[in-house]
Every structure is written in structure tokens, then in C-alpha cells.
């Protein structure tokens, strides 16, 4: 799994999109799942959240295959390759359409009898779902956002198989995704819970936003915290914020400015400091899955990238393990010093030679982690460091990474602190095998759950 929900699904999306924060932007969520995803977003851009209506001319037969989509004012897009494969005929294709139409004005005037449409004219419309798997319905709604005046069209979804976006065409002026996994088959597998919408749903999470805007007019700050706003049903709970911290940050490491993304859940007693592995970032979705499985948990998390984009282009500092750990071990410092998590326990995260670097920085004296979890790691890099390391360790490895599991083998053998191997059943070295991630960030939350140190007075 890649998500935990939707809800997670927008912020991990809303990451993306950061370069649109200041832009007149309104978010369009595509009823019913796609709204959850943009409230997300439309929250960290601190921008309106409104709806575009679109619906899936389903095949006859197999309705979850679109030969088509319908939306409002009228915009029909077709799959002509898909029609043409399955034999639907001109009478068949019309009174589908028909159907999907009258079901697209029914559901607009009900959402619009309460909330009319935001103007678009002049500005960036986002427009947002929970995936693409043909790409119909978000064509139509890209359609239809420029109809309406958008000066230009941005489509950002969570996830998207492979090649999606050749197949927006010119309906898009830009795209943005999270993942495109090669094993695409739907868009629920990569969700932990999908659970199905009603317009209930959709209408509660309009109402939220629309009342953090009015909020935020009131004491003349940006639109769209929805902060402190109570949520009238589930669907409207997930489009508030999440209690705490969730931000881009840029702790100091000697003269660096690293890059990170933090999230502190409120009254959490222990954040991990990830270390990603070499040609990853802060950006990794394997990384962001796990993390957003253990701010589930309670667990604060802050994502970071221990090299500057120019010291990247030099591949020798990838593996250069002792200015790595210098970097983590300089950023949990400055994490210690922050007001939100100024009591908590820190455990690391490290993944290929961040496993390393966590290590290595975790046997300093004094360094006094609470745990840590290598997914894929080198930990042989860290060398004769392995021994002094007092943090309970948890490594974990596919079966199939055969090289990388003889490798943590051998270190676990030169660890003296609590530990474990976990190998994961079928699993290679990035664990893109169906559920080998969903079973690497159980492990890790498991583990951290289990070592949670002691929060510091």
C-alpha cells in the first residue's frame, strides 16, 4: 500500500504542489473520492476547495472499465480504442451516456443548491482525484475547468499507472503525481482503506472548508485552514487538519540548510528522523508510506535529505557515511531544539546507505536514540561502529535481495544492542512486490511502538 486513505493520499499529493502556494489557485475535487484527496490539498495551498461533476461511461459488462466520461455544461470525453475493443455499438454507447448524464445533473444540483460554483476565471485550477486509471473522467474535468475561464490547468492525483500522462493530451497544462507503480491494476490497491463515498460525504467536507474560509476571512488570514472546525461526519473529519505540525522545514546542519518535511502529531511522545538511501529524497513514496503509516500510529516523522541538491551531483558524497551521520546527527539536534518535539524520544528510519548513517550516528556518545529501523540497508558501511550502537535495531530485507540480506547477516553478528532481521516473503530490494511496503511499515511501526525510549524531561 502506498496510502493509508485518502486524507493521506492529499498530503503526501499537496508535497508536489508546493510551488503553487501564493498563485490564485482554486482546488477541484472530482466527487466522491477525489474531494477528500483535494481537501488535503487545498489546505496546505491555502487555497478554496470546490467540485467539478464528472462521471464514467462504464462498458456494458464491465462497468469499472470507462469507455468514456460525461461532466457538467455538457462535456463528453471517448475512449474510442475502448468502444471499438468491446463492441459497443452507437445505441448501446448514447444510452449510457444518457444515464451517466442524468446522474451528473442530479448530483451538480445538489451540491451546487448549496455551494455555487467558484469563479475560475483568471486563475490555476487544481484538479484533483483519488488516481487515473483511463484517464477519461480527469480529461473532462480538465475540459471543464477551462471552459470556465482557468488561465491554466494543473491535474495532480496520488496515483497513476505508467505513461498516464500522454494520455491527458492538451487538456492538462501540468501534471503531478505521487507514484506510478508498474503493477497498476486499480486504483484501490494502493489504499488501506478506499472506502466508498456518499454525497453526504462530499457535501460535509464543502461544508468544513467553506467554513475555514469564512473563519480565516474573519480574523483576516489565508483562506482555508479548517483548523479547530468540527467535523459533521467521518469524510468531514479527514478534510480537517490533523492535529499538530506537518510542514516543510530546513534544519541546520553546520553551514548546510537541509531540506525536510516534519510531522508531529499532537502529544506524540517519539519522532523518527528518516534517512534515505542514495539517488532517494524526502520525496520517496516508500519512505512517505511508512511515514504516513506511523504518523497513524501516533509516531511523529521528519522526512529529510541529508545532502544539498549540488553536494547531490557529486556521487561521492552518496556514500560518504561519515558526513552523512554528521548531517543526521546535526539535524536531530536542531530537532531536539524545536518547540514540538523538544520532550520526545527520537528513533531513526534509515534506508540503503542511510541505514548506515543512522547507525553510525546512533553509536555517538551521547546521541541516545530510542530505536531504529534499517529497511534495505547497508549496514556494513557502517563498520566497527556497529558494535557501539546501544539503540535497539530492527533490520529489515527481502528475501529475494540476496546480496543486501548476506550483508545485514553479517552486521547483525557486530551488533551488540537488541535486535532482529526481518525478511520479508518475495520481497527485492525496493519491496515493489504487492504488499512487501504495506508489511515493511508494519514491521516498522511495530518496532518503534515496542522502543519507545524515554521522552526527555
Not at 462521471?55 to 474510442?80: N, S
Not at 473529519?237 to 510531522?263: I, K, M, Y
Not at 520481497?427 to 522502543?451: I, K, S
Request: net charge neutral; aromatic share 4%.
Amino acid at each position: 500500500m502506498l496510502f493509508a486513505d485518502r486524507s493521506d493520499a492529499g498530503r503526501q499529493l499537496a508535497r508536489r504542489l508546493g510551488h503553487l502556494r501564493g498563485q490564485p489557485v482554486v482546488v477541484l475535487g472530482l466527487p466522491r473520492g477525489g474531494v477528500l484527496v483535494a481537501a488535503q490539498v487545498a489546505r496546505a495551498l491555502g487555497a478554496p476547495l470546490d467540485v467539478i461533476v464528472v462521471r464514467k461511461i462504464g462498458m456494458p459488462f464491465q462497468p469499472e472499465l470507462a469507455m468514456g466520461a460525461v461532466g457538467e455544461d455538457g462535456v463528453l470525453v471517448t475512449d474510442r480504442h475502448v468502444i471499438r475493443a468491446g463492441g459497443v455499438g452507437p445505441e448501446q454507447f448514447a444510452a449510457a451516456q444518457a444515464r451517466e448524464r442524468a446522474m451528473v445533473q442530479a448530483r451538480a444540483a445538489r451540491y451546487r443548491s448549496r455551494w455555487p460554483r467558484k469563479p475560475l476565471a483568471g486563475q490555476v485550477a487544481v484538479v484533483v482525484d483519488d488516481g487515473i486509471a483511463t484517464g477519461s473522467t480527469a480529461r473532462a474535468a480538465c475540459q471543464i475547468a477551462r471552459a470556465h475561464g482557468a488561465a491554466r490547468v494543473v491535474l495532480a492525483v496520488p496515483v497513476a499507472p505508467p505513461g498516464w500522462e500522454a494520455r491527458m493530451g492538451a487538456d492538462a497544462d501540468e501534471v503531478a503525481c505521487v507514484a506510478t507503480p508498474a503493477d497498476f491494476y486499480a486504483i484501490g490497491q494502493f489504499y488501506a482503506d478506499f472506502s466508498q463515498l456518499t454525497d453526504d460525504d462530499v457535501l460535509a467536507c464543502l461544508d468544513l472548508s467553506a467554513r475555514g474560509d469564512e473563519a480565516a476571512a474573519a480574523r483576516g488570514a489565508a483562506a482555508g485552514p479548517y483548523a479547530g472546525l468540527p467535523g459533521h461526519r467521518l469524510a468531514a473529519q479527514a478534510c480537517a487538519d490533523p492535529p499538530g505540525l506537518d510542514a516543510e522545514v530546513q534544519p541546520v546542519a553546520g553551514a548546510a540548510r537541509l531540506a525536510g518535511h516534519l510531522t508531529v502529531p499532537e502529544g506524540t511522545a517519539e519522532v523518527v528522523l528518516f534517512a534515505h538511501g542514495s539517488g532517494s529524497s524526502r520525496h520517496s513514496p516508500r519512505n512517505q508510506h511508512v511515514a504516513s503509516v506511523l504518523n497513524q500510529a501516533g509516531l511523529g516523522t521528519l522526512l529529510l535529505d541529508l545532502l544539498t541538491p549540488e553536494e547531490e551531483a557529486d556521487r561521492a558524497h552518496v556514500f560518504d557515511v561519515r558526513l552523512l551521520a554528521g548531517r543526521l546527527a546535526e539535524a536531530t539536534g536542531w530537532l531536539r531544539a524545536q518547540p514540538c518535539a523538544a520532550h520526545a524520544a527520537i528513533g531513526y528510519f534509515g534506508a540503503s546507505t542511510g541505514a548506515a548513517a543512522a547507525l553510525w550516528a546512533a553509536a555517538e556518545p551521547g546521541a541516545e536514540i530510542a530505536a531504529i529501523v534499517c529497511r534495505g540497508g547497508r549496514p556494513d558501511l557502517a563498520g566497527a561502529r556497529l558494535s557501539a550502537v546501544a539503540a535497539p535495531t530492527l533490520l529489515i530485507v527481502g528475501e529475494l535481495d540476496a546480496d543486501v540480506l548476506e550483508l545485514n547477516r553479517a552486521a547483525r553478528a557486530q551488533l551488540r544492542c537488541e535486535n532482529s532481521l526481518a525478511v520479508v516473503p518475495g520481497a527485492t530490494h525496493l519491496f515493489e512486490e504487492q504488499g512487501a511496503l504495506a508489511r515493511v511499515a508494519e514491521l516498522a511501526r511495530e518496532w518503534f511502538l515496542r522502543h519507545p525510549g524515554t521522552p526527555r524531561a
